[in-house]
C-alpha cells in the first residue's frame, strides 16, 4: 500500500510538470493567435485578453502591405526544390555506400556524419564568397546551399535504415528484369517511407523557417523568402513604431503550413529516426 501511495505520489508529480511544460510551449502560439485578430491599439492595452471578434481585415493587410502573396511561392519553391534534392541524392548514396561497401564507402559515411558537428557559421562566409563568384548568389545557390547542408544527416538517416533492407528483395527485381532505377523506385523507396517522411519533415521545417543563409544569400532584393519578408517589414515598421497588426499576423501566415506539415507526418519522425539510427 505504501508503495501505491509513493507510486501515486510521483505519478501525480510527473502530469504536474507535464502540464506546467506543455503551458510553457503553448504559451507563445497561442499569444501569437489570440494578437493575430486585434488592432495596434487593443494589442497593446491588452495583448493576453481574447479579442473582441475574429477579423480576418489584419490578415488581408499583411497579406497586401508585406506582399507575402509572392514570399510564399517563393519559400514554397524553394523548400519543395531543396527537400526533392536531398531525398533523392541522400537516398541514392546511402543505397550505394549500403551496397558496395569498402573502405572507401566507410570513409564517405565518416565523412558526411563529421559534418554535422561543423557550424554553419564556421564556412558561411567563404561559401557565400565562393558562390557569388561563379555567379549564384541568387535562388538557384540558395536551392543547392541547402541542398548541400541537409545531405549529411539525411544520408545517416537513409544509411542506418537501408542496412535492415534484404539484398534478396533487389536481386529478386532484377531476376524479373527490373532496371536499377525500377529497383530503387519500386523497391527501395516503399520500404524506406518512415524515414523519408522523417527527411521530408525536418528538412522542410528547417528550410522553411531558416532566416541566416536566404539574408546571405538573396538580402534586401525584390524576392524576398517569408522570413525575410517579415523581417524587413519588422525593420520598417519600427521607423514609425512597431506595427504589431501587421507583423502577427503574417507570422500566424508564415507558421500555419509548416504546422499542417508537421501533424500530417509526425507518425513518422519518432520511427524513422529510430530506425535509421539504431538499425
Not at 87 to 114: D, Q, Y
Not at 196 to 225: C, H, Q, R, S
Not at 245 to 258: E, Q, Y
Amino acid at each position: 500500500m505504501k508503495s501505491v501511495g509513493k507510486f501515486k505520489k510521483f505519478g501525480f508529480l510527473r502530469y504536474l510538470i507535464l502540464t506546467v511544460l506543455a503551458i510553457y510551449t503553448l504559451f507563445p502560439i497561442s499569444f501569437l493567435l489570440i494578437n493575430s485578430f486585434k488592432s495596434q491599439s487593443e494589442i497593446v492595452k491588452t495583448p493576453l485578453a481574447l479579442p473582441k471578434k475574429i477579423d480576418f481585415t489584419y490578415i488581408r493587410r499583411a497579406i497586401e502591405e508585406i506582399d507575402l502573396g509572392n514570399s510564399i511561392v517563393l519559400t514554397v519553391i524553394i523548400t519543395v526544390i531543396a527537400v526533392v534534392l536531398i531525398v533523392f541524392v541522400s537516398s541514392t548514396v546511402a543505397w550505394m555506400m549500403v551496397r558496395f561497401k569498402s573502405k572507401v564507402s566507410s570513409i564517405m559515411l565518416l565523412f558526411f556524419t563529421s559534418s554535422m558537428l561543423i557550424p554553419f557559421q564556421a564556412v558561411m562566409y567563404p561559401l557565400i564568397n565562393m558562390f557569388d563568384n561563379v555567379g549564384l548568389k541568387n535562388t538557384l545557390g540558395l536551392i543547392l546551399m541547402y541542398g548541400g547542408f541537409g545531405m549529411s544527416m539525411s544520408i545517416f538517416l537513409y544509411h542506418g535504415f537501408m542496412k535492415s533492407v534484404p539484398i534478396a528483395l533487389e536481386e529478386a527485381a532484377i531476376i524479373d528484369g527490373a532496371s536499377v532505377f525500377q529497383v530503387y523506385f519500386k523497391v527501395i523507396m516503399p520500404l524506406v517511407r518512415p524515414t523519408t517522411m522523417t527527411v521530408i519533415i525536418l528538412n522542410a521545417m528547417w528550410i522553411w523557417n531558416d532566416y541566416l543563409l536566404p539574408f546571405l544569400v538573396i538580402g534586401n532584393g525584390e524576392k524576398k523568402t517569408l522570413t525575410l519578408a517579415i523581417y524587413f517589414a519588422k525593420i520598417q515598421s519600427g521607423q514609425y513604431g512597431n506595427a504589431w497588426d501587421l507583423i502577427f499576423p503574417a507570422v500566424l501566415i508564415t507558421i500555419v503550413p509548416i504546422i499542417i506539415l508537421f501533424l500530417l507526418l509526425q507518425k513518422n519522425i519518432i520511427r524513422g529516426i529510430s530506425d535509421g539510427a539504431v538499425k
